[in-house]
């Protein structure tokens, strides 16, 4: 399944794809790669390529469901849609959107903070909240 995110995203996109629960995995030819499994076992994974593109993110992913067993062949036994696939590639989108959107949330309170709109900081220090009044 291939998916275009458009950014500005904040962070690379083997960054973001670390951050929702990918390790990095080398491959064929020492192609970079990303993969997260099911359960404690090697195999099913998932398994994601990704770049960065037009200030953006090419996603695609797919399921692994076991290992090549073609003697010299890299073919293996993979799911590229259907609803396992639908639902992980719409997980990793809602994690790079939450992230986005919590860095928008983090500068707008930061910025607030900067202009002196609504602080309460209290004068008392870390503990001073617990030793008033």
């Given at each position: 399944?291939?998916?275009?995110?458009?950014?500005?995203?904040?962070?690379?996109?083997?960054?973001?794809?670390?951050?929702?629960?990918?390790?990095?995995?080398?491959?064929?030819?020492?192609?970079?790669?990303?993969?997260?499994?099911?359960?404690?076992?090697?195999?099913?994974?998932?398994?994601?390529y990704?770049?960065?593109?037009?200030?953006?993110?090419?996603?695609?992913?797919?399921?692994?469901?076991?290992?090549?067993?073609?003697?010299?062949?890299r073919?293996h036994?993979?799911?590229?849609?259907?609803?396992?696939?639908?639902?992980?590639?719409?997980?990793?989108?809602?994690?790079?959107?939450?992230?986005?959107?919590?860095?928008?949330?983090?500068?707008?309170?930061?910025?607030?903070?900067?202009?002196?709109?609504?602080?309460?900081?209290?004068?008392?220090?870390?503990?001073?909240?617990?030793?008033?009044?």
């Amino acid at each position: 399944m291939n998916t275009f995110i458009p950014g500005p995203l904040t962070d690379q996109a083997r960054n973001l794809l670390r951050k929702a629960g990918y390790g990095e995995h080398r491959g064929f030819e020492a192609q970079m790669s990303f993969t997260r499994r099911l359960q404690s076992t090697t195999y099913p994974r998932y398994h994601a390529y990704v770049e960065d593109k037009n200030g953006g993110m090419q996603l695609n992913l797919h399921l692994d469901q076991k290992e090549a067993s073609h003697g010299g062949n890299r073919a293996h036994s993979g799911e590229y849609s259907g609803p396992l696939v639908e639902r992980e590639n719409a997980r990793i989108v809602a994690v790079i959107r939450a992230m986005g959107a919590e860095a928008i949330e983090g500068k707008e309170a930061v910025g607030a903070k900067a202009v002196g709109n609504g602080s309460t900081k209290s004068k008392g220090g870390f503990f001073g909240w617990l030793f008033s009044g």
